[in-house]
Nanobody
Framework: QVQLAESGGGSVQAGGSLRLSCVVS????????MAWFRQAPGKGREGVAG???????TYADSVKGRFTISKDSAKNTLYLQMSSLKPEDTAMYYCAAAQAAICGFEYHYWGQGTQVTVSS
């Protein structure tokens, strides 16, 4: 089975940077859709960034220009580089994966989450 494990979260001041990592283990070749989601306390889950097997990337308007999603296939690792962080970015960040003809709908595999806290 596919397993995802996030890391790299932490506490930073506004304007700072963090890079989140998501290691994919198990049958990593069975997933072609990868994405990052986040959820702040008391709020719903929000899609942050996504990518497919062709390298196409999608970003939420709120993070466009500040966040970059990428992957290292040799290491089976997905990344989210976050810069110019704002307090509004504070949330639990989750890595997600799926095998689908079209990405962006349902994600079947999820990591445990990593906390990102941005102070003003």
């Amino acid at each position: 089975q596919v397993q995802l494990a996030e890391s790299g979260g932490g506490s930073v001041q506004a304007g700072g940077s963090l890079r989140l990592s998501c290691v994919v283990s198990g049958d990593s070749g069975s997933t072609n859709c990868m994405a990052w989601f986040r959820q702040a306390p008391g709020k719903g889950r929000e899609g942050v960034a996504g990518t497919d097997s062709f390298g196409t990337t999608t970003y939420a308007d709120s993070v466009k220009g500040r966040f970059t999603i990428s992957k290292d296939s040799a290491k089976n690792t997905l990344y989210l580089q976050m810069s110019s962080l704002k307090p509004e970015d504070t949330a639990m960040y989750y890595c997600a994966a799926a095998q689908a003809a079209i990405c962006g709908f349902e994600y079947h595999y999820w990591g445990q989450g990593t906390q990102v806290t941005v102070s003003s």
